[in-house]
């Protein structure tokens, strides 16, 4: 477990610092990953699952829902039971539950960009697959004042004025912070890490009155027997006759074996366009040459 906890030290001429504000961020790995893993696997091999929520290349959606799904039960319980220890650690009722919960896939160059998640009390992520060389997850400060100044720094040392904080990426490890931290996620060069990248995340919300308000104005309902949204395009217009971009994605094309290097072919034509780029730039310096000594007439 990560816990930034008001911590007291003592420096020289008996100076005492202490870190005020910690925002926690909680680690746990889940003992049964090896063994389900390939399961979990398998749904992301189906491109059906990612039809209605993926919009780019760069990062494959699921449906918000899997943890509705019988193959991810065993995730959610895991998931429901760190909440609830987090909940007991931050002197909370344990009552808390899952308001979504779905799959992204970052193929060769894929990343998340810097974001929050909205509607939602604590957050997570789950590192399902990928190596020891696939981007973890990067938190950033809110308090941004800490870099109006920046001192010079002495050689070999750190502030505790952090700006940010990444999370090493650990297959089977589960990692939970307030949903209104900003995250984001680097890209993932293939020929660095090997494989795609996967993880399964999640949103949850404290269920039952507050005690904060004697009118529970606030109060938020158990949401396992309602219906919830499962596809994104569901609140917006969506004409299934257009290009669906699923079908395009290389990712499906390689989902029964990891990607340890570029492919032979994918090699050759980045060489190809390589060349091509060159032969343009030449091209364009000889017009210009040209165009010169047109002038010059």
Known sequence: MIDNENTESTIKTNLISKNLFGIPIYKSRFKHHSVLKPKWLEYLANKE???????NNRLLFTTPNIHKEEIFEPLKDFVLDSLQQVMKDNGFIPNINLTG???TVHP???YHHRHHHHNAYWAGVYYLDGSDTSAGTTFYSPYYYNGIITPAREK???????????????E????IFPAWLQHATASNNLRSTGKYRKI???????????NNDPFDRYYFPEVDGDKLVKHNVDLFDYNPQEDDIVDRLDYFNHVDS???VQS????????LRGEVDSMKSDLADIKNLLLKALESK
């Open 49 to 55: 699952n990612f039809r209605k929520n993926t919009r």
């Open 101 to 103: 919960m779905w799959a």
């Open 108 to 110: 060769d160059g894929g």
């Open 156 to 170: 070999n040392t750190s502030t505790k004025m952090r700006s940010d904080y990444t999370s090493q990426f650990e």
């Open 172 to 175: 089977g490890t589960l990692v």
């Open 200 to 210: 399964v995340s999640f949103n949850a919300m404290p269920v039952g009155a507050t």
């Open 258 to 260: 990891d990607i340890s």
């Open 264 to 271: 032979k072919s994918t090699v050759e034509i980045n060489n």
